[in-house]
């Protein structure tokens, strides 16, 4: 909370990054809920505040009371990511994961204990995406953190998910399912030049390699099959994609 001296430097009434603060605090609760979570870009907040000051130190503070009021309020850790690009090299082969450090944004990540959160704060309609998305996820874990477009669709077709099918029961558009793991930093996708042409692949991203994701998705793993190995991927994605109670609340 900022004092009245550090309000008073930067030329600003209290009132005003008050409702400074409240106008960024609704809109990372809103555009989370219209995008299914997907990061909210630094700029789109820092906009809110700049559209009628210029005060340079301004954005930042209302930022920081924002996710204050996030974490105090609704219990939503408001983490900043940093986007990692794997430039390709003339090989085809990608290199090591590159931080962008102008591509700075936010996603919403629940502290609430899960029992709290299953209870008040899930979407039980969202069970099959959230299901989905814990599969992909952990195909390309056990794959060794990278996994073709085709590797991965084999899988997926062996529990009955095919890549062309855009009227699935529970997911709706197959592809569109996968991409939005793309949108919410799940996986990052790029096309490589290899020697028979280009190739798509999958790999994990800065969402999926965070430590608490990361340990998630080890212990689920473990507790559901016993094993983390590559061997048993496909046995494995069975039973994880039958799970309901599997999701990232983050």
């Known amino acids: 909370m900022a004092t009245s ?51 340079r130190a301004l954005p930042t503070l209302v ?66 995406l959230s299901a989905f998305s814990f599969t992909a996820i952990s195909l390309v874990h056990l794959a060794g953190g990278k996994i073709s477009e085709e590797d991965l669709w084999h899988q997926l077709k062996r529990l009955g998910l095919k890549e062309n099918d855009e009227n699935h029961p529970a997911l709706g558009n197959n592809k569109q399912a996968l991409e939005l793991l793309v949108q919410q930093r799940y996986l990052l996708k790029e096309k490589l030049a290899g020697p028979e042409g280009h190739v798509v692949m999958y790999e994990l991203a800065e969402r999926a390699l965070d430590e608490s994701s990361s340990g998630k998705l080890k212990d689920y793993i473990a507790k559901i099959v016993g094993t983390s190995t590559a061997a048993e991927e496909t046995s494995t994605g069975r039973i994880l ?7 990232f609340s983050g």
């Open 5 to 55: 001296e550090e309000l008073a430097q930067i030329d600003i009434s209290k009132e005003e990054k008050d409702k400074l603060v409240q106008e960024v605090t609704r809109y990372v609760l809103f555009k989370t809920h219209q995008t299914s979570g997907c990061p909210i870009k630094r700029e789109e907040l820092t906009g809110i505040v700049t559209k009628n000051y210029r005060q």
């Open 63 to 128: 930022i920081n009371e924002a996710r204050d009021r996030l974490a105090a309020t609704f219990g939503y850790e408001m983490r900043e990511l940093q986007r990692t690009r794997a430039p390709s090299t003339r090989a085809g082969r990608a290199s090591q994961p590159q931080v962008n450090a102008e591509a700075k944004s936010y996603v919403l990540v629940s502290q609430l204990d899960p029992e709290v959160y299953s209870k008040c704060v899930e979407d039980k309609a969202a069970a099959p």
């Open 241 to 247: 994609y039958r799970r309901r109670d599997v999701c």
